[in-house]
DNA sequence: CACACATGAACTGCATGCACTTTCTGTGAC
DNA sequence: GTCACAGAAAGTGCATGCAGTTCATGTGTG
């Protein structure tokens, strides 16, 4: 069982960490990721903080170039896109393994998480798409199948990502109702309408976000045009560090 | 100014090395990786080696256990079947992906590999496995699409090292043709033939190699029985190093 | 002869140091 | 005022050393 496993091992701290802050949208693409900063802020050396950083790296949440600084990752458009079919398919792994297999337990908890879910619903927007995001690892955490579980994760977090990018404000009212029906459908143990109501609510949550491609951006310079006048807000944040 | 052949990362270089070597069965689940012994046949310090190892962890391929050394990882049956199941899934993403978009030279390199896998189909057995496992992990190459190729890739070889602890011995003539039919399909642009035959193809890899469960095991004196004559071969060729 | 135990070898966990690369900044030429 | 460039500052790549843990071997005891 992977789950439990606290190694007390300081690397995945942090790796823990980071995830988090990407999942609650504190670190965004591009957000820069200095190994002794890290470090220092953690209490402990570059070593392990190196190393945290080529575990995220391995899962696609950090991108790494030789002799510069880590940044978290920026994935493309089409990567989103690829991303969420393939999370579609792995996700409906996720249901057929549980359907009519939860422990009453287990609907409890998740039961619990939905209504957390609607507790959060007119709170920050941030809660409400981590605990969003954690419905679907909490599923995957239940099958006990530790490869569907690190895939899942890995695509549910990057998924996250993206949206970050190309994602418009985060609708969590049908997505609640969605994560609903697909309790319903497992203890009612109906797999085929399981599957269907994950891939469906996937394909939403995908669809809410990434409908088109980015803007053409056809002109860098017609981009820039609106940040031409004097006295305009900065085009974007400037970069922090860790 | 180095000299610029050196940019592939020296700790990628051991995980290739060590991933072919489990591909080609020199290395079997629980074989020792000791870091510095690792380091020292590559030429290299155990910082070194023990990132590798840390990115084979994260690939599945390595078991890492605090404060001991790293072994080739042992998956479990149900991992292995588990496993299968996800590959089915990834790999119909795969065909779906690459349906009627193969380029003419990605088709003759596609023969070209089959005719390979021909050529080898007397030989060691070891060689036809390697290039089985291959033209699953060039196919996902072709679709350019990085986490599928990623999962696919670790999918792949995960199964080979399961093979290597549940699989009866490689009948490669019914796997060769199906590789052909899995072209065809691609070639003629039937998205549904090629995802059915994938599929298909996967699923019959995966039942002549785990048919079931691992003999029931009844009693571990029985297992050991044969091998109390005095002179019998030994039962499993001594662990080695690196 | 079997078995518990102690002792040293082997190995990992981690921090630190040095060399090298990239990035920033300030200075001078035009 | 602008540009080019040199040098400092910040950061990474990697090896090595020490402390702590596990593993293996041999020794003594019942």
Redesign the pocket.
Known sequence: MTAKGEH????STICRAIRRAILERALSPGD????????ERF?????????A?GQLASEGLVE???????VVATPSFEEARDEFDIRIELERLVVRALCGRLSPRQVEELNAHTLEEERARDGSEVVSLRLATEFHVRLAEMTGKPTLLRYVRETAYRSCLSLSTFGRPHSSDCAIAEHREVIDALVAGDEKRAMNVMAGHLDQVARRALLQAPEPRGDLMDILAPYAIPNAPSPRRTKR?T
């Not at 820069?32 to 470090?39: H, I, R």
């Open positions: 007390g091992d300081r690397a820069k990721l200095p190994e002794d900063q890290l470090g209490g402990v050396s570059r070593t392990i903080a190196r190393h950083l790494l170039r030789r002799n510069r600084i880590a560090r």
